[in-house]
């Protein structure tokens, strides 16, 4: 079995990802070359995803502020649990 | 068998409701009818969750990790889908959390950081580029 990677996550930042082994779209499955270090966006707002390119987005921003628990397929506004 | 549903990991990825209804049975009360399937397809449906929110044991054994390679998939509009292990420094856990499979919030909503928990649905931040 290779290693498994570590992964540091930044303050107002990114994840920093070492001994990275494999990195795969799920969806097209296309393999991101790396070096086996590499930092991944975790705020949605780098234009060079899944990498991060510096543009974090500000915690206090309003896009921050609208934020919604338990959000279903439906996007229905209320679901009995 | 037993099926055990964590619900405070859970990423609402909908594998389960989309892959098994009869069994993970999105707006009924309880949503999860173990008898709705045979066993097999419950485990096999069980070992798509992606966040280690659903295992099941088997005669008093619980069955949470999977074997398989390290690797990051990265999900269209979702988080990043950990599988095989990773070394996660500096976090809490959950309790009954998979170290093994997890599901790491990309978007930045989420309520449960650094994990995911499905505020992706309501924030799509992937959108692709115009050509």
Redesign the interface.
């Known amino acids: 079995m290779s290693q498994k990677p570590t992964i540091v996550v930044k303050k107002n930042g990114p994840y920093v990802v070492t001994d990275c082994q494999m990195l795969k779209g799920l969806a097209d499955g296309t393999v991101y070359e790396t070096s086996g270090t590499v930092a991944l966006c975790r705020c949605g707002a780098s234009s060079n995803k899944p990498f991060c390119d510096g543009t974090h987005v500000p915690s206090g921003s309003p896009t921050r502020r609208r934020r919604t628990i338990c959000p279903t397929r439906e996007k229905t506004t209320s679901v009995p649990r | 068998m037993t099926i055990h549903d964590n619900r405070g990991i859970c990423a ?1 990825a ?1 594998r389960c ?1 989309d892959g098994l209804k009869e069994v993970f049975r ?2 009924t ?1 309880p949503w999860i009818d173990p008898n709705g399937a045979d066993a097999d397809a419950i485990i096999a449906q069980v070992n798509q969750c992606p966040s280690g929110a659903l295992s099941y044991s088997v005669d008093g054994v619980e069955h949470r990790d999977r074997e398989g ?8 509009n ?1 988080p ?3 599988f ?8 809490t856990w959950g309790d009954g959390a998979s170290h093994e499979h997890f599901d ?6 989420s ?1 449960n ?2 994990f995911c ?7 799509p ?2 959108v692709p580029k115009p050509d």
Not at chain 2, 84 to 91: K, S
Not at chain 2, 117 to 123: E, L, P
């Open positions: 609402h909908a409701t999105l707006g009360e390679d390290p690797m990051i998939l990265v999900a269209p979702g990043y889908a950990i095989g292990g990773a070394d996660l420094q500096d976090v790491l919030c990309r978007c930045g909503h309520t950081k650094p928990s499905g505020a992706h649905w309501n924030h931040f992937d």
